[in-house]
């Protein structure tokens, strides 16, 4: 299994991000995917989920109303728009299955300043 995240960065709060996965070495399509995130010092929690279609969506309340999960089957890729970047949303963000594999990517960072 293979997980590359990108799209992380540097913004100040307020700003918006995307972040891009791409998944290989699973059957993509039929796994429920989601995004998670590690900020220092703390657990690693599940932010944003989607399923195996795309039609259902679930989002931590922390994220809910700023951030977007969506899926790209044909491309075994998953994205998480963030809007409305808050300071607290710093993290090392990594996608994974819902319910997930032991195998994990790099992560990448989101720093949001105030």
């Known amino acids: 299994v293979q997980l590359v995240e990108s799209g992380g960065g540097l913004v100040q709060a307020g700003g918006s991000l995307r972040l891009s996965c791409a998944a290989s070495g699973i059957v993509f399509s039929i796994n429920r995917m989601g995004w998670y995130r590690q900020a220092p010092g703390k657990q690693r929690e599940l932010v944003a989920s989607?399923?195996?279609?795309?039609?259902?969506?679930n989002y931590a309340d922390s994220v809910k109303g700023r951030f977007t999960i969506s899926r790209d089957n044909a491309k075994n890729t998953v994205y998480l728009q963030m809007n409305s970047l808050k300071p607290e949303d710093t993290a090392v963000y990594y996608c994974n299955t819902n319910g997930p594999l032991p195998d994990w990517g790099q992560g990448t960072q989101v720093t949001v300043s105030s």
């Open positions: 989607i399923s195996s279609g795309g039609g259902t969506t």
